[in-house]
């Protein structure tokens, strides 16, 4: 078996969290203490997570999205593939090597997305971002933390407490659309959507989208009345 090559390292601002990024032959892996969070091979959630919120707004002119994490790109490219050529996609990245390394290494997987000229990207937290917008988006879209449950740091259970999700409901326009990734289930957070006065779905989807095998995630699908 070909062995995975350790290609980089980097530690989040604050609470100094080691994210380690590695590559075996064609396949690309970022890990999180020996856990895997991302995998080139299984992005059909990903995918999913930008189909759900641009298909409700892609006929919109000039339609302003954000994404807070850019992954390994593919939100990001689904995203430009809904969108018009007039569209403005902000993309929030808190740590600068992962946007790094979507240049030097992974931009051939998804079709180069940061190199397209509606994408602006923002090296900063994405909370900030939102918190100061109002009324500024037809869609946001969060992959931060691995969902509500905040994982890898706990300064991003901010982006799903009350306080967060008002702010993003703040942050639509009307009928805007919030999409939420998340690696499980979690009715509270469904109800806690609701409450901030968004109307609410959770959707179950395959990690690696067409391909009928492998780990289901969920997205949370909330529009701004």
């Given at each position: 078996?070909?062995?995975?090559?350790?290609?980089?390292?980097?530690?989040?601002?604050?609470?100094?969290?080691?994210?380690?990024?590695?590559?075996?032959?064609?396949?690309?892996?970022?890990?999180?203490?020996?856990?895997?969070?991302?995998?080139?091979?299984?992005?059909?959630?990903?995918?999913?997570?930008?189909?759900?919120?641009?298909?409700?707004?892609?006929?919109?002119?000039?339609?302003?999205?954000?994404?807070?994490?850019?992954?390994?790109?593919?939100?990001?490219?689904?995203?430009?593939?809904?969108?018009?050529?007039?569209?403005?996609?902000?993309?929030?990245?808190?740590?600068?090597?992962?946007?790094?390394?979507?240049?030097?290494?992974?931009?051939?997987?998804?079709?180069?997305?940061?190199?397209?000229?509606?994408?602006?990207?923002?090296?900063?937290?994405?909370?900030?971002?939102?918190?100061?917008?109002?009324?500024?988006?037809?869609?946001?879209?969060?992959?931060?933390?691995?969902?509500?449950?905040?994982?890898?740091?706990?300064?991003?259970?901010?982006?799903?407490?009350?306080?967060?999700?008002?702010?993003?409901?703040?942050?639509?326009?009307?009928?805007?659309?919030?999409?939420?990734?998340?690696?499980?289930?979690?009715?509270?957070?469904?109800?806690?959507?609701?409450?901030?006065?968004?109307d609410a779905s959770e959707v179950r989807e395959r990690g690696r989208g067409k391909i009928k095998k492998g780990a289901h995630h969920f997205i949370w699908v909330?529009?701004?009345?």
């Open positions: 078996m070909i062995p995975w090559k350790l290609l980089g390292k980097a530690r989040t601002p604050g609470e100094g969290v080691e994210l380690c990024f590695y590559q075996r032959d064609d396949e690309f892996s970022i890990k999180v203490d020996n856990d895997e969070v991302m995998n080139s091979r299984a992005y059909g959630s990903e995918e999913a997570l930008a189909w759900h919120a641009c298909q409700k707004i892609a006929s919109r002119p000039r339609a302003s999205v954000l994404i807070g994490g850019l992954g390994m790109g593919f939100t990001l490219r689904a995203a430009l593939n809904e969108l018009s050529g007039d569209a403005q996609v902000a993309v929030a990245e808190l740590m600068p090597d992962v946007v790094r390394w979507n240049r030097d290494y992974l931009g051939h997987l998804a079709g180069s997305p940061l190199d397209d000229h509606r994408v602006t990207i923002h090296e900063s937290d994405c909370t900030q971002i939102i918190r100061s917008a109002k009324g500024s988006y037809d869609a946001i879209m969060l992959d931060v933390d691995n969902g509500p449950k905040a994982l890898m740091l706990k300064s991003n259970g901010r982006l799903y407490s009350p306080c967060g999700l008002a702010s993003a409901f703040a942050a639509l326009r009307p009928k805007g659309v919030l999409t939420i990734w998340s690696s499980g289930p979690d009715g509270a957070f469904l109800r806690r959507l609701r409450q901030a006065g968004f909330a529009t701004r009345p």
